[in-house]
């Protein structure tokens, strides 16, 4: 229920070596509870590392302190802001620095996408069923406009992002603790994404943050926490018009 506070809400999850918060990117909503959820485990001691999708692996604030500036941070995890509006992610970061808990980028390098784009092996690592949908999830999410030529690699960049993201939770276990990983919802999809990259023995709890009543399918997340409605936005129209 929406009315139960956050707080109890992300406890409630707890043990588990990971949890997966799922959102909608522009949902400001999402990024609150986001840190509602960090600071609930960080008050439980259960928190190991706060991984995201956000920054690129290889990027972290291991070695800063928990005094460090937002710059200094933003520095240490190579911030792009124009992917990612530093105003809406940076107090989701900033509150676990501040508690010494460790952010650490968990997304493909972007000098690694046209590596996995020719990388045969990575359509081995979803089963049929899921990769077909992968792939139905790439077409929409570029409007029906791809090219089918560019629908295998593309799905291969979306495999090799989950794959990243798994590898980040790996390295940031902790016994006894929880690493948090924020990303898109479609990254935290148990079916197609990041849950199944990661070992068997990683036990997960997987939360879709879900912005209006969309429906769902249930064997994609273990819960959804839904938020108000955002203005119907059609992120096609533009894009459609314009190649017409």
Same mark, same amino acid.
């Given at each position: 229920?929406? $009315?139960?506070?956050?707080? +109890?809400?992300?406890?409630?999850?707890?043990?588990?070596?990971?949890?997966? &918060?799922? *959102?909608? #990117?522009?949902?400001?909503? #999402?990024?609150?509870?986001?840190? *509602? %959820?960090?600071?609930?485990?960080? $008050?439980?001691?259960?928190?190991? @590392?706060?991984?995201?999708?956000?920054?690129?692996?290889?990027?972290?604030?291991? =070695? &800063?302190?928990?005094?460090?500036?937002?710059?200094?941070?933003?520095?240490?995890?190579?911030?792009? $802001?124009?992917?990612?509006?530093?105003?809406?992610?940076?107090?989701?970061?900033?509150?676990?620095?501040?508690?010494?808990?460790?952010?650490?980028?968990?997304?493909?390098?972007? $000098? =690694?996408?046209?590596?996995?784009? @020719?990388?045969?092996?990575?359509?081995?690592?979803?089963?049929? *069923?899921?990769?077909?949908?992968?792939?139905?999830?790439?077409? +929409?999410?570029?409007?029906?406009?791809?090219? *089918?030529?560019?629908?295998?690699?593309?799905?291969?960049?979306?495999?090799?992002?989950? +794959?990243?993201?798994?590898?980040?939770?790996?390295?940031?276990?902790?016994?006894?603790? %929880?690493?948090?990983?924020?990303?898109?919802?479609? =990254?935290?999809?148990?079916? &197609?994404?990041?849950?199944?990259?990661?070992?068997?023995?990683?036990?997960?709890?997987?939360?879709?943050?879900? @912005?209006?009543? @969309?429906?769902?399918?249930?064997?994609?997340?273990?819960?959804?926490?839904?938020?108000?409605? &955002?203005?119907?936005?059609?992120?096609?129209?533009?894009?459609? +018009?314009?190649?017409?």
């Amino acid at each position: 229920a929406t $009315d139960v506070p956050v707080a +109890r809400r992300a406890t409630a999850l707890l043990p588990a070596d990971a949890v997966l &918060l799922g *959102e909608q #990117h522009d949902a400001a909503e #999402h990024q609150a509870i986001e840190r *509602e %959820t960090v600071v609930a485990f960080i $008050d439980s001691g259960r928190l190991a @590392a706060l991984a995201i999708e956000m920054a690129e692996e290889g990027n972290s604030t291991v =070695h &800063l302190p928990a005094s460090a500036t937002e710059a200094q941070v933003r520095t240490a995890l190579s911030w792009d $802001d124009k992917a990612w509006p530093w105003s809406a992610y940076g107090p989701v970061v900033m509150t676990a620095v501040g508690a010494g808990v460790p952010v650490i980028g968990a997304n493909l390098p972007r $000098d =690694h996408v046209r590596d996995a784009m @020719a990388d045969v092996s990575l359509d081995a690592q979803l089963r049929d *069923e899921a990769r077909v949908a992968q792939q139905q999830a790439v077409r +929409r999410g570029h409007c029906d406009l791809l090219p *089918e030529s560019q629908i295998v690699p593309m799905t291969r960049i979306q495999i090799a992002r989950d +794959r990243a993201m798994a590898q980040a939770i790996v390295k940031a276990r902790v016994p006894g603790k %929880t690493v948090l990983l924020v990303s898109g919802a479609g =990254h935290s999809n148990k079916v &197609l994404g990041v849950p199944q990259q990661l070992p068997i023995d990683v036990s997960l709890r997987v939360v879709k943050l879900q @912005a209006g009543d @969309a429906g769902n399918d249930p064997a994609a997340f273990d819960t959804v926490w839904r938020t108000p409605a &955002l203005p119907e936005k059609d992120y096609c129209a533009g894009v459609v +018009r314009r190649s017409s």
